[in-house]
């Protein structure tokens, strides 16, 4: 008899990480495996789900104007009870550290079926850095059955929360099997976007991308941000500074008003995932808070200063392949500088071994499934 598998996301990262590991499930007749999606984001997780052609069995479209995560965490709940109770998975994937994951989890919990967690034992220990992301990956870790870490640090969070050895699991991080086939496929990609990115920026100068979006840096955080930017902008005419800017209005007023009129930098809309990879590879250095890409940049050789106080990936700093700079103007101007100077530093940096991957983690995953 088939194990039958129910895997659930609803943001755009979940989605390019769970990507591949949907793909070799339906692709391997000992399973029965259906998709789940719960909407969370919508057009940013279509762009992901017709890139890798996924066609989800389920689709809550749960995402509605003003959404905040009481009603989300509610919605998602009571969203997946009868797809639960109608297909009966034997294992509910989630990923991560969204609402969606968090609540999926106690969904599946409920359901009787065994939690699968892709990507857990990411700590910060600090429940409010990054927030609500924190309390999710670790109310997810607490009901799973089974639980993949994507690095041996990971592995030992979760030891340390007497977690049992034999249900952990060191894979890797699914994202990289995600890049790297994607990253082939976009080398001679010509969507909207990449044909919009040509027009905009001279590729003989000098990349430098930006994104940015969390929460706790809304504020103050994002003015510091955009001085340090204006900044390097300023000091370095030859650079060009492109920032595909995030749709929350937090985000979107400081950066429009003080990059604006700013002539090599340039504001852009989100990019689809593979524009977005396609334009990792072509840039020098990126600049960023977010999580997912602190872990596909070392891959193709591209230095990263993060804009966060803490990381729950720490094994990248350790390995030298990223840099925690936080929302402190004159250290992200000072430690971007030095790469755009030293090109001792910055061909060290880019060199370095990444420490979250093989392209295997999805594999080494079914490989566990499989022998339960």
């Known amino acids: 008899m088939k194990k039958k598998n129910l895997i659930i996301f609803g943001t755009r990262p979940e989605a390019i990480k769970m990507a591949p590991l949907v793909n070799q499930f339906l692709s391997d007749d000992r399973f029965e495996t259906k998709v789940c999606v719960t909407g969370q984001h919508r057009e940013m997780l279509d762009q992901v789900l ?70 857990a034992g990411l700590r910060t220990h600090n429940m409010l850095s990054p927030f609500p992301e924190e309390m999710n990956r670790q109310v997810a870790g607490r009901v799973a059955s089974y639980h993949f870490a994507p690095t041996t640090k990971s592995q030992e969070n979760l030891l340390k929360e007497n977690i049992l050895k034999e249900n952990i699991l060191v894979t890797g991080n699914t994202v990289i099997d995600a890049l790297l086939e994607s990253s082939n496929r976009v080398t001679n990609l010509d969507n909207e976007d990449i044909i919009e990115l040509k027009k905009t920026l001279d590729f003989n100068n000098r990349i430098l ?4 979006h969390r929460r706790e840096n809304h504020g103050q955080g994002f003015i510091n941000i955009c001085a340090a930017l204006k900044e390097i902008a300023v000091n370095n005419p030859h650079i060009e500074i492109i920032y595909p800017v995030h749709l929350n209005p937090n985000v979107l007023r400081p950066v429009n008003e003080l990059l604006g009129n700013v002539s090599n930098i340039h504001l852009v809309k989100p990019l689809s995932y593979p524009s977005f990879v396609w334009l990792m590879n072509k840039s020098y250095l990126i600049i960023t808070d977010s999580g997912g890409v602190q872990e596909e940049a070392p891959s193709l050789g591209k230095p990263v200063l993060v804009m966060r106080n803490t990381t729950e990936r720490p094994e990248a700093v350790e390995a030298g392949t990223v840099i925690l700079v936080g929302t402190n103007t004159d250290k992200i101007i000072k430690e971007a500088q030095e790469l755009i100077d030293n090109p001792e530093k910055y061909k060290s940096m880019s060199s370095l071994h990444n420490p979250y991957g093989d392209g295997k983690a999805c594999q080494r995953i079914i490989n566990f499934i499989s022998k339960l």
């Open 209 to 212: 991308l930006v994104t940015g």
């Open 50 to 119: 017709n890139f890798f052609d996924i066609t989800p069995d389920y689709d809550l479209s749960l995402m509605k104007p003003n959404q905040n995560l009481y009603n989300l965490t509610g919605e998602v709940i009571s969203g997946l009870k009868p797809i639960l109770e109608s297909f009966k998975p034997d294992f509910v994937f989630v990923h991560g550290d969204t609402t969606t994951t968090m609540a999926a989890s106690i969904a599946g919990f409920y359901s009787g079926a065994k939690v699968c967690h892709v990507e």
